[in-house]
């Protein structure tokens, strides 16, 4: 069979309906599948395969009603979903190619069989649109907003319906790029006027308006000015709290116990002006070559900036070498909950079960740093990007119960969309 013509929109949809197919079949990581994908085309795909997993549930619920019968080909039903994704959630992409595009990928990928089936559906869908979204925004909350109703509810708890219906409609918005500036490097103002010459229209990041902006949708993060002089940062203004709370200075011997992909230790490093030493670990091996790459161009060396594989939960002094720390920084796996527009997949990994076995072991890998390799009078900062009190002031809690000799010195917390940033969590723990 004849591949697709490289211009006619085919190739994009082929590489998004295989990487949600395998997400449907193993429940592995979007965002680890998109590698393969050409850079020219990575930003439409990555759009499709984010807008798909992020909005799966409510585009069943829309799809549900023109099939008897979900098709059998390996790639149908993702394909349905994908072709849904356009309709529904991407106003920028016309309807005609939403179709055409999405049902001759599918044809390049399990054959003619169910080519027009697919192409019935969604011209279905497409004729129907206004009763498909009549129907959904009468819909209940988790199924209108695709939450799972564990969570919804949770929220809805906690914070109210209205609080619950706001992180919800968060966590549907495609994520926009933020720049943030170093320490010692260009402020904002200077950023957003290289952007500007560039012909990229930045803004003010209302958050952290002295520290970050906002670029358009779609642009090429690699190609704006100062990017592979490592001038500034692509991350969320959320994480700076934790770096704040840290407090790192000049001269500091500091551990960075989850680091993986970099971002917080790039700030870290920014803060100390290459003075002292930094450690930078990660558990997963695969993790650290985007670590390392973030590393050369922040032109982070081996004399001040050191990775390592290391599992926090158990690594012990003669593992790291370059202990006591006077800083720590626990960035600890968590359920993602302040992230879910970035982590489109994680709203479906959530359950009170995972909260209690992810509890686990953030407070062992508190435990194991502070009392195994903090230095007298040093600091550890315990941080999530989870908006669950079981994940962030209950580990801290228990911590302090635990251990009396330490004192909770200062926390923040971020719940989405308050300062338009993502969710965090960031406790300093000092000893008493």
């Known amino acids: 069979m004849a591949a697709p013509r490289p211009d006619d929109g085919a190739l994009s949809r082929i590489d998004a309906i295989r990487v949600v197919a395998r997400w449907m079949e193993t429940g592995e990581f979007p965002d680890r599948m998109l590698g393969g994908v050409p850079p020219f085309r990575r930003g439409f795909v990555m759009d499709l395969v984010y807008t798909t997993v992020r909005r799966a549930r409510a585009l069943s619920f829309a799809l549900d009603g023109f099939v008897s019968r979900r098709p059998a080909q390996p790639h149908a039903w993702p394909a349905l979903l994908v072709g849904a994704a356009q309709i529904l959630d991407m106003e920028s992409v016309p309807d005609h190619a939403a179709v055409s595009s999405t049902v001759e990928a599918l044809k390049f990928l399990d054959g003619p069989a169910c080519t027009g089936f697919a192409n019935a559906v969604l011209r279905n869908?497409?004729?129907?649109?206004?009763?498909?979204?009549?129907?959904?925004?009468?819909?209940?909350?988790?199924?209108?907003?695709?939450?799972?109703?564990?969570?919804?509810?949770?929220?809805?708890?906690?914070?109210?319906?209205?609080?619950?219906?706001?992180?919800?409609?968060?966590?549907?918005?495609?994520?926009?790029?933020?720049?943030?500036?170093?320490?010692?490097g260009p402020s904002v103002p200077q950023l957003m006027a290289a952007f500007e010459n560039a012909g990229v229209a930045a803004r003010v990041h209302p958050g952290a308006p002295s520290r970050a902006l906002t670029i358009p949708h779609g642009s090429r993060v690699d190609a704006l000015p100062g990017f592979s002089e490592g001038l500034f940062a692509i991350q969320d203004p959320a994480t700076l709290e934790a770096v704040r709370l840290l407090d790192a200075k000049p001269g500091m011997r500091v551990w960075d116990a989850c680091a993986a992909p970099g971002g917080k230790s790039v700030q870290i490093a920014a803060r100390m002006g290459g003075k002292g030493s930094l450690l930078a670990t990660d558990c997963w091996r695969d993790r650290l070559e985007p670590m390392r790459e973030n590393f050369r161009r922040f032109g982070l060396g081996p004399a001040f900036a050191r990775i390592a594989v290391a599992d926090a939960k158990r690594a012990s002094p003669r593992d790291l070498g370059d202990g006591p720390f006077d800083r720590i920084l626990a960035d600890v796996p968590c359920s993602n909950t302040g992230v879910q527009r970035r982590r489109a997949d994680a709203r479906w990994r959530f359950s009170a079960e995972r909260l209690a076995s992810l509890a686990e072991t953030q407070l062992a890998i508190l435990e194991n740093a502070a009392l195994r390799h903090l230095a007298p009078g040093g600091r550890v900062v315990y941080s999530t990007c989870s908006v669950e009190r079981e994940e962030n002031e209950d580990v801290v809690e228990a911590f302090l119960r635990r251990h009396p000799d330490f004192r909770l010195a200062a926390s923040a917390a971020l719940v989405p969309p308050d300062k338009e940033c993502d969710g965090a969590f960031a406790a300093a723990i000092e000893r008493r």
Not at 140 to 159: F, G, K, N, Y
């Open 125 to 184: 869908l497409l004729r129907n649109l206004p009763a498909v979204r009549a129907s959904l925004a009468a819909a209940p909350l988790a199924l209108r907003s695709s939450h799972l109703d564990e969570q919804v509810a949770r929220w809805t708890a906690r914070w109210g319906e209205e609080r619950a219906e706001a992180l919800c409609k968060w966590d549907d918005a495609p994520a926009r790029v933020t720049v943030l500036s170093l320490p010692g």
